[in-house]
């Protein structure tokens, strides 16, 4: 079994990156939008800036209080969306539950959407002509590439329909000629399903659902769960943990993600890389 690291390949990309921008005059900016206290985005938020600061490209973290209203959001993203200087806007979700998030994904300016959110740009994804590619399920691409696994003809199962991981993954997954499966909690003999899969993808969100008797022998098992699970033997009070019950399925798999340091690392390299591509779309 080979563990597919997040961390090295996330490395490499980020320094193919830094080399890319070193004669740059003006580097290419991110903007990260945090409303409230959610303490995974807050974390999330802060790899992102760091990210930044650590390839050379400019950015700025932009807080509001958790009361904030979606009059206030959209007038940020206004400002954003009119100010030159800004290559890329990211407003970190769960949004609190006062502000539409149909909204505030459709007013960032579609030239500026890193996340590739925007109904317009997701549109371009599921005709085949994007110019960016959502960040997680670009990673998983990226990560399986960088690793040489072939995807064409294979089955791919995506379990989970989200429309920041599920729902685009499978696009790219079809995209590389893959054959995909799109499973959910309502989906019958879900486990069959997965035992079907040459690639298993966990999207689901919930701490270590995929067992190892759901793995086929030799499939490639990619684990985009990040989940906070008590733990008193640790400082935090909690570790984090997959989707997928790791020790199991490394007894299967023939490659595998940890968590963390599989998927996680991977979504920010991406996202430094859609940050690039806006600002030489716009910039030249
Ligand atoms: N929340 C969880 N994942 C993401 C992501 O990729 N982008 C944004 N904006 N919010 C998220």
Redesign the pocket.
């Given at each position: 079994m080979t563990v597919l690291d997040g961390n090295l390949v996330a490395k490499q990309i980020k320094d193919e990156i830094r080399r890319a921008i070193a004669g740059y005059a003006v580097k290419p900016k991110l903007v990260v939008i945090l409303v409230g206290e959610n303490p995974a985005?807050k974390v999330?938020v802060g790899m992102k800036d760091k990210a930044c600061a650590e390839i050379g490209f400019a950015s700025e973290k932009l807080v509001l209080p958790a009361s904030a209203s979606e009059a206030e959001l959209l007038a940020l993203i206004d400002r954003l969306n009119a100010d030159d200087t800004v290559d890329g806007i990211?407003?970190?979700?769960?949004l609190p539950k006062q502000i539409r998030e149909h909204q505030v994904l459709e007013r960032i300016s579609p030239q500026k959407d890193v996340?590739c959110?925007h109904p317009m740009n997701v549109g371009y994804l599921a005709t085949g002509n994007p110019f960016v590619k959502?960040?997680?399920p670009a990673g998983v691409i990226e990560i399986m590439k960088r690793y040489q696994i072939n995807l064409s003809g294979a089955h791919a199962v995506v379990v989970g329909r989200s429309n920041?991981v599920g729902k685009p993954l499978a696009q790219l997954l079809l995209a590389e000629h893959a054959t995909v499966t799109i499973c959910h909690s309502r989906t019958k003999d879900l486990a069959a399903v997965c035992r079907s899969a040459d690639i298993l993808c966990a999207a689901i969100g919930k701490p270590e659902m995929v067992q190892g008797d759901w793995i086929k022998d030799g499939a490639v098992v990619i684990d985009v769960g990040v989940n906070r699970v008590d733990d008193a033997t640790n400082p935090r009070g909690y570790k984090l943990v997959g989707d997928v019950d790791y020790a199991a399925a490394a007894k299967r798999a023939s490659y595998l993600t940890p968590v963390p340091g599989g998927i996680g690392p991977m979504?920010i390299a991406m996202l430094m890389q859609n940050t690039l591509e806006l600002h030489k779309r716009r910039c030249g």
């Open positions: 985005s999330y990211l407003c970190q979700l769960p996340d959110f959502p960040c997680t920041i979504t």
